[in-house]
């Protein structure tokens, strides 16, 4: 079972950045594809980006191309998500998620395992 770990998020004033970490313990994160959804209050769950088990294959949403990069380091274990530009309608709890093999799929229900989040809050 992969025991997944959210962090860096926090406030910032709109235009600025932050860099998402997720962390795997227990096992390796290099046999999975990472997801970052993100949920606002009152909204349902929302895809972000997605980086295959190899690095392959990078999605993001329409919301965020172009702000938002996605990464991974497998030799540590963990995918960033670097965010710059930040607008208000970025706020958000933001979830990592794993999917063992998986080529980066948006869908939230392809993914078996889930961090706790971590909230960001883009300020005006």
């Known amino acids: 079972q992969v025991q997944l770990v959210e962090s860096g998020g926090g406030l910032v004033q709109a235009g600025g950045s932050l860099r998402l970490s997720c962390a795997a313990s227990k096992r390796t994160l290099s046999n999975y594809a990472v997801a970052w959804f993100r949920q606002a209050p009152g909204k349902e769950r929302q895809f972000v980006s997605a980086?295959?088990?190899?690095?392959?294959?990078?999605v993001y949403a329409d919301s965020v191309k172009g702000r938002f990069t996605i990464s991974r380091d497998n030799a540590r274990d963990t995918v960033f998500v670097q965010m710059n530009s930040l607008k208000l309608e970025d706020t958000a709890v933001y979830y990592c998620?794993?999917?063992?093999w998986g080529l980066g799929s948006r869908g939230s229900s392809q993914y078996e395992y889930w961090g706790q989040g971590t909230q960001v809050t883009v300020s005006s």
């Open positions: 998620a794993a999917d063992r």
């Open positions: 980086i295959s088990w190899n690095g392959g294959n990078i």
